[in-house]
């Protein structure tokens, strides 16, 4: 089975332009996360889809935006780029389950802001 | 809300000793208790998970981990490394029913010949 996959794996943007970063899950999974890693803040989770749907949100400004397509691929979009958004960013695909389902995470895209 | 916290930034150790990672958590809620692994340049790879029932959970690469209930530990220990084991380890708790993983800081192992 393909693992999960993300688009691009390297961007360079500037201060206040706009970002689209793309997920694709594991087949058959219907859950997508999204964290951000940086060196001074760790991994920090952003968002949750699942069937289309946020059911969960991380604290993080209304400039961090995503969705979910029928086919459970994820996209992540960050407006008015700041500098402070340069990082790692990290989808994670899993099954859902009554429990705690495994969460499996693609190599991640690095957003560099300049 | 939970946190996590990993007690040591930096791991050094030499090939074949072993080596324990400390993770301490807080949750006002059961959780459910995850060890992560990251390689240079690559996303998170699993290595093991505590749900229920035993309280030591074997994982891949010869990891195993400890729950301590009322230590709120989570320690990961192996009883002899390798060069390959070099990396960054990541303890992370999850709420029943979510899917929102809370991360410590991470600890970086190296390992010297």
């Known amino acids: 089975k393909a693992g999960v996959t993300q688009t691009p794996r390297y961007l360079i943007k500037t201060r206040g332009q706009q970002v689209t970063l793309s997920c694709s899950p594991i087949?058959?999974?219907?859950?997508v996360s999204w964290y951000q890693q940086t060196p001074g803040q760790g991994l920090q989770f952003l968002f949750e889809?699942?069937?289309?749907?946020?059911?969960n949100k991380g604290n993080f400004p209304g400039r961090f935006s995503g969705r979910q397509f029928s086919n459970s691929r994820s996209e992540m979009n960050v407006s008015t780029l700041e500098l402070g958004d340069s990082a790692l960013y990290l989808c994670?695909?899993?099954?859902?389950?009554?429990?705690?389902?495994?969460?499996?995470f693609g190599p991640g895209t690095r957003l560099t802001v300049l | 809300a939970q946190s996590v916290t990993q007690l040591d930034s930096q791991v050094p150790v030499f090939e074949e000793a072993p080596v324990e990672l400390r993770c301490n958590y807080s949750?006002?809620?059961?959780?459910?208790l995850f060890w992560y692994v990251q390689y240079p340049n690559q996303g998170l790879q699993l290595l093991l998970k505590?749900?229920?029932?035993?309280?030591l959970v074997k994982g891949i690469n010869g990891f195993e981990a400890e729950f301590n209930k009322s230590q709120t530990s989570f320690h990961l220990r192996k009883p002899s490394v390798h060069i390959s084991d070099t990396a960054e380890y990541f303890c992370?708790?999850?709420?029943?029913?979510?899917?929102?993983?809370?991360f410590g800081q991470g600890t970086r192992l190296t390992i010297n010949p």
């Open positions: 994670a695909s899993s099954l859902v389950t009554r429990q705690a389902d495994t969460q499996y």
């Open positions: 505590y749900l229920s029932g035993s309280t």
């Open positions: 949750s006002s809620v059961s959780v459910y």
């Open positions: 889809y699942f069937s289309e749907t946020q059911r």
């Open positions: 087949s058959g999974h219907r859950s």
């Open positions: 992370a708790v999850s709420e029943w029913g979510a899917q929102k993983l809370v």
